[in-house]
Structure formats: C-alpha cells, structure tokens
C-alpha cells in the first residue's frame, strides 16, 4: 500500500501512460487531450467564425469523456492515493528555485507562487496565466497536437511530423525555462 | 453505456499523471534544466512500450475492440507548423508547467487557477483557427 501511496517511480508511470494510449486505440480512437480545446471552441459557437471549428463537437464527446475522468482521476489521486510525501526534487534545483522565490519547492504540485489563488489578484499573476494558457492552446493546435499527440502517439507511431514538433517543444522549453522565467522570477 | 470505458480511462490517466508527478511544475521546471532523469525517464519508458505495442499490433496479433486493425492517424508532412508551432507550444508548458492533460487533471487536484489557464489555452485555440489560412504551415 505505501509503494502506491508515494510518488510512482518512472519506469512504472511510463508504461502505464503507453498504456493510456494503447486503451484508446483499442476502442477504436486516439489518445490526443489538446483536441478537446478544439471542442470546446465548437460548442460554443465558433463554427459560425471560422470553417476551422465546423464540425459536429458530439462525434468528440467521447474525448470529452475522457477529460472528466482525468478530472476525477486527479482528485481521486489527491484525496485518496496520495500521503503528502512532497516532490523528491534535485537539490540543486531546489535551492535555485529558492534564490528565485519559490518558497518549499516540491511541497506541492504547484507553486503557490504562479497558481495561488491570492495571485490571482495581481496583474502580474493574471498575465502569467493567460500568457501561458494562450501560448499552449495556440501552438498546440498549429503543430497539429501536444505532448500526448506529438510525444507519446507520434513518437509510438514512429512519425516524422511528431519527431519535429517534440524538438520544438523541447526547443521552446529549453528557452523559456533557461532564459525568460529567471527573467520573471 | 459506451461512454463509461472512456470515463474509466481518463480517471486511469488522471490518477497516472499525479501519481507519476508528470502534472508536477517542479518536475517540468527540473526537466528543462536537465537536473533530473526522472521526466525523461517517463517519456523514454513511455514511448518504448508504445512502439512495442504497435509493432506488434501491426503484425495482426492485437485488434480492436470491433476487430479492426489498431490504426493511428497519420499526420501530414511539414516542418513550419511542427517546429513553430512546437516551440510555441513548448514556451507555454515550461512557463505554466502544464500540458493539455495535466491542465485539467490539476483542475482536478483543486488547481482552480487552471480554470483561468484552460480559458486562455481554449481561446488560443480560436486564434489559431481564425488565423489559420493566414499562417505558413
């Protein structure tokens, strides 16, 4: 029971996502969760706008499914898997995060510092999340999927396309992390 | 209810990514830093079991549920969208620590400031398909 209760190790986690992917090919779909932000612009009306989002969003309500239960998974992981073990971070980065501002990094799965809701009353703290936000949703949908798109199904797949866009993200996140977020922390 | 398979594989994938600290910022944060091999570790072991089912689905020896050949959508060819896009993307996951997935599993976890993020993400979306025909692919 405590091997479940603490953080799963990576070669345990690894196989199980493959696995995520290979239970959604096995019912007949693909495992892609940015397709969902795709929807949700369809439902609310933006077909009339542009052709981009004229489809019928009922044919996805199955990934929509999909969504709620990886809602449900994270709160049941939360409330009922977990002993508040914290994150065993590197010490190094740790303490850098530290000098940064980041008060216990690790101690929970978000810093308090960029998601705390007393944040959410500053500008600066709006931005970061909208900025963010945007910058996912647009460029998810312009390199054609995400992490479990590109990363797991198209790399499985053994697909050029995928090969490229996962060296953007790394390119993308190599950039931000290295060079713009010790520029805003 | 056909649905409720579906249901049981996101829960499955929510409680995976926390379990797994994929959804963790931290471990974002580390992984661009390359302090740790613990994401790679993730990604690595991740995309090896997915290359070893598709093999071997793709000898016949695993079918779908309907009998089907597994079958994953190919994408088109390309370099701007991927590479663009991509590092777009990638300048949005390092600095929020979120990928679509984890956005709303850590809604989940009683992120509520996500909700403001899959607001964001969702009308960047929009833009992208406003802009579209507009943009070199």
């Known amino acids: ?185 | 209810m056909k649905f409720l398979k579906f249901l049981f594989v996101g829960i499955f994938f929510g409680i995976v990514l926390v379990k797994s600290e994929a959804v963790s910022w931290f471990r974002i944060y580390e992984m661009f830093r390359f302090q740790s091999f613990h994401m790679y570790g993730i990604i690595g072991t991740a995309v090896a079991s997915g290359i070893l089912f598709l093999q071997i689905a793709k000898k016949g020896h695993i079918k779908s549920i309907k009998g089907a050949d597994i079958f994953v959508p190919k994408k088109d060819n390309g370099l701007i969208r991927y590479i663009v896009g991509g590092i777009i993307f990638g300048f949005g996951w390092a600095l929020i620590g979120a990928c679509p997935g984890p956005m709303y599993i850590l809604l989940g976890t009683g992120v509520w400031s996500m909700i403001v993020v899959i607001a964001a993400a969702t009308l960047g979306t929009f833009i992208y398909g406003v802009l579209k025909n507009k943009l070199p692919h």
């Open chain 1, 1 to 185: 029971m405590e091997s479940l209760l603490n953080p799963w190790p990576w070669y345990v986690s690894g196989p199980l996502i493959a696995l995520v992917m290979a239970l959604l090919l096995y019912f007949g779909k693909t495992f892609g969760m940015s397709s969902n932000l795709r929807t949700l612009c369809a439902i609310g009306g933006a077909g009339k706008i542009s052709n981009f989002f004229k489809f019928n969003w009922r044919d996805q309500a199955w990934n929509l499914t999909v969504v709620l239960g990886a809602i449900i998974g994270g709160y049941i992981a939360v409330q009922y898997l977990s002993n508040n073990s914290g994150t065993d971070l590197n010490p190094k980065t740790a303490a850098e995060l530290k000098t940064m501002g980041f008060e216990n990094p690790g101690s929970t799965l978000v810093p308090n510092e960029i998601f705390g809701l007393d944040i959410l009353t500053t500008p600066k703290g709006v931005l970061l999340l909208v900025i963010g936000g945007l910058l996912v949703g647009f460029g998810t949908r312009y390199a054609d999927g995400c992490t479990s798109g590109h990363a797991i199904t198209g790399l499985s797949s053994l697909q050029k396309p995928s090969l490229i866009a996962v060296i953007g993200f790394f390119i993308g996140g190599l950039i931000m992390t290295n060079f713009i977020l010790p520029l805003l922390f």
